[in-house]
T-cell receptor
């Protein structure tokens, strides 16, 4: 257990509404990541953070924003949810140096109707 | 073409069989190679982590990397029904940890 908690675990929302997903870690790791997982695409990086208030875009960042005001929390916001954002969202941390492997939370299953 | 290709399966084997899971990749900059196991409705769990070419063994699991062929494998010996899961390969270049790329995963079923 990498000490990662994602909330909520499940959410159903309507198109056009804002949604915020939370990732909380207990071990003060510097690097945190948001991925989405879709059939046939595997895990794709949305945004990542390399410290408090330091974030950058990943491969599929359009329509998403992130914030990290504390080391332990990394928030992912869908400003105006669309059906194409229906997915399973995973938060991950990197426990050591830049090339050490990622460790994942148990995901948030988001459905946009 | 995807940077990392992985056969999605499903792969169905009898209990006790040796399982071979594979990924190919196109970017020669990848230096770190990982295999994750993912059970239904759970997050990926790290199984194996290797650097560059060669083999690494951990219990019933063996990871193999052939950089010359851009091919990695995971072997599972004496497979068990509890090994039924989706297996994801992943790889990272020597610099740029945020550039970890994942395969789409292979679904494995081990029948009792």
């Amino acid at each position: 257990d990498a000490g990662i908690t994602q909330s909520p675990r499940h959410k159903v929302t309507e198109t056009g509404t804002p949604v915020t997903l939370r990732c909380h870690q207990t071990e003060n790791h510097r690097y945190m990541y948001w991925y989405r997982q879709d059939p046939g695409h595997g895990l794709r990086l949305i945004h990542y953070s390399y410290g408090v208030k330091d974030t950058d875009k990943g491969e599929v960042s359009d329509g998403y924003s992130v914030s990290r005001s504390k080391t332990e929390d990394f928030l992912l916001t869908l400003e105006s949810a669309t059906s194409s954002q229906t997915s399973v969202y995973f938060c991950a941390i990197r426990a050591g140096q830049d090339n050490s492997p990622l460790h994942f939370g148990n995901g948030t299953r988001l459905t946009v109707t | 073409q995807k940077e990392v290709e992985q056969d999605p399966g499903p792969l169905s084997v009898p209990e006790g069989a040796i399982v071979s899971l594979n990924c190919t990749y196109s970017n020669s900059a990848f230096q770190y190679f990982m295999w994750y196991r993912q059970y239904s409705r759970k997050g990926p769990e790290l199984l194996m982590y290797t650097y560059s070419s060669g083999n690494k063994e951990d219990g019933r699991f063996t990871a193999q990397v052939d950089k010359s062929s851009k091919y990695i494998s995971l072997f599972i010996r004496d497979s068990q029904p509890s090994d039924s899961a989706t297996y994801l390969c992943a790889m990272t270049p020597a610099t740029g940890g945020f550039k970890t790329i994942f395969g789409a995963g292979t679904r494995l079923f081990v029948k009792a």
